[in-house]
Structure formats: structure tokens, C-alpha cells
Nanobody, 116 residues
């Protein structure tokens, strides 16, 4: 079973930066993809970015050029560096991990608030 623990986030002014991290633990952690979703009040989560085990990255167009996803496979940890933040980036951010033949695992969520 995989566990994901998130850290980072908080309150920042528009134009500012924040960093998130997501640490994975458990058995069988190899060749897995990780990524981020975010959720504003409502049922739908919005995909933000994905990075596979070999470092192939994709971003939602709304964050490309402002957010940077990265990972350290030795530490089983993923990061999201967020810059040029706007109030529209305010959401609860969730990390996820996809492992073959295993249901998707989710982090506990962390609040990011962009406000003056």
C-alpha cells in the first residue's frame, strides 16, 4: 500500500511563489508516475501536471511556464514549484501516484491561497 504525505502551501500574495512537496512511501515503488490536481469548491478536480518515472512532464496550459514539476526518485518525492501565482490558482492541491496494477493513491491535500 502506498502512502502520500504532502507539505508546503499556504497564503501568498498575487505574483508570489509557493512550493509543494509530496513524499511517497510503501512497497513496490518503482516505475510510477506522479502528478498534481487541484480542486476549488465543487466536485471536479482539475489536473495540473504529471511527471513519469523517467522525467517526462506535461502541464495543463493554465500553469505551463509558471509551475515546475520535478521529482527525486531516490527520495520518492515529487515537487511543485509555483510562481507568478494569481487568485485563480487558489485551490486545494492534491498529489497522486500511479503504480501498475494498483489503484491511484492520493495525498491528503494542501491549501494554496493567493490573495492580497
Amino acid at each position: 500500500q502506498v502512502q502520500l504525505v504532502q507539505s508546503g502551501g499556504g497564503l501568498v500574495q498575487p505574483g508570489g511563489s509557493l512550493n509543494l512537496s509530496c513524499a511517497a512511501s510503501g512497497s513496490g515503488l518503482s516505475d510510477y508516475a506522479m502528478g498534481w490536481y487541484r480542486q476549488v469548491p465543487g466536485p471536479q478536480r482539475e489536473w495540473v501536471a504529471t511527471i513519469n518515472y523517467h522525467g517526462v512532464i506535461s502541464y495543463d496550459p493554465s500553469v505551463e511556464g509558471r509551475f515546475t514539476i520535478s521529482r527525486d526518485n531516490a527520495k520518492n518525492t515529487m515537487y511543485l514549484q509555483m510562481s507568478s501565482l494569481t487568485p485563480e490558482d487558489t485551490a486545494v492541491y492534491y498529489c497522486y501516484l500511479d503504480l501498475v496494477r494498483t489503484p491511484r493513491s492520493w495525498g491528503q491535500g494542501t491549501q494554496v491561497t493567493v490573495s492580497s
